[in-house]
Nanobody, 119 residues
Framework: QVQLAESGGGLVQAGGSLRLSCAGSGFTFDDYAVGWFRQVPGKERESVACIGSGGSTNYADSVKGRFTISRDNVKNTVTLQMNSLKPEDTAVYYC?????????????WGRGTQVTISL
């Protein structure tokens, strides 16, 4: 059974830091691009950061220079280090894994973890 389990959300003041972790199981983690999305009520889910199976990274412009994504293929985890947090970073953060095989995408999602940034 495929599972992505997030941890590390919470409440922090603006300017602070949080570290989100996601543990994957039930699939070949190394073969998947993994990353983080976030969503606020009334808005579409947006990509925050992702890291490919080869280690290449991509970030939303809004988080560049503040967030760092990394993966550990031994522990099957992906981590998002979030620094200099802003109130607009408040959202539910979802872990995501994707593999594309012969043009077909296989997507898995975690259940989400709340991140709240106060003034």
């Amino acid at each position: 059974q495929v599972q992505l389990a997030e941890s590390g959300g919470g409440l922090v003041q603006a300017g602070g830091s949080l570290r989100l972790s996601c543990a994957g199981s039930g699939f070949t983690f190394d073969d998947y691009a993994v990353g983080w999305f976030r969503q606020v009520p009334g808005k579409e889910r947006e990509s925050v950061a992702c890291i490919g199976s080869g280690g290449s990274t991509n970030y939303a412009d809004s988080v560049k220079g503040r967030f760092t994504i990394s993966r550990d293929n031994v522990k099957n985890t992906v981590t998002l280090q979030m620094n200099s947090l802003k109130p607009e970073d408040t959202a539910v953060y979802y872990c995501h894994a994707r593999e594309v095989v012969v043009g077909r995408a296989y997507d898995y999602w975690g259940r989400g973890t709340q991140v709240t940034i106060s003034l």
